[in-house]
């Protein structure tokens, strides 16, 4: 019993040891009210600084997401662009409109039998 009397003391007394000494520490370095008064400024830039960093950071992200999206979507109209090009280059081919004509019976148009040369 006198032991855990003796322990329950010894952090009592640390303990106010260890408030004295960051009293003592906080007077050394002169940390006050008063300090917090003069410093009252800088601190509350500081902190307008980090807000306007994060609220920075969190919308040049969804600028980039956004952006992602958008080039998805450019690529995604790419292909479609180049998949209807093609169908219309094999739809318009000589042959094809050949075929085409044979099949609907239209005898205005025929195939050339002469090769084409150039006008000078």
């Known amino acids: 019993m006198k032991d855990e009397l003796k322990n329950l003391k010894r952090r009592l ?3 106010e040891d260890d408030k ?9 370095l002169s940390i006050n009210g008063q300090w917090f008064k003069k ?9 307008v ?6 609220t920075n950071r969190y919308q040049a992200q969804q600028e980039i997401i956004e952006e992602e999206a958008l080039q998805k979507e450019l ?11 093609s169908e219309l280059t094999l739809k318009t081919r000589q ?3 050949e075929d085409l004509l044979r099949q609907y019976g239209d005898s205005t148009i025929t195939i050339g039998i002469e090769p084409p040369y150039a006008l000078r």
Do not use: H, P
Request: positive net charge; contains cysteine.
């Open 13 to 15: 007394t640390s303990d």
């Open 20 to 28: 004295q000494r960051f009293l003592e520490v906080m007077q050394s």
């Open 39 to 47: 410093q009252l400024g800088v601190i509350a830039l500081i902190l």
């Open 49 to 54: 600084g980090v807000i306007i960093y994060v």
């Open 75 to 85: 690529d995604d109209w790419k292909y479609r662009c180049l998949t209807r090009n």
């Open 95 to 97: 042959s094809k409109v």
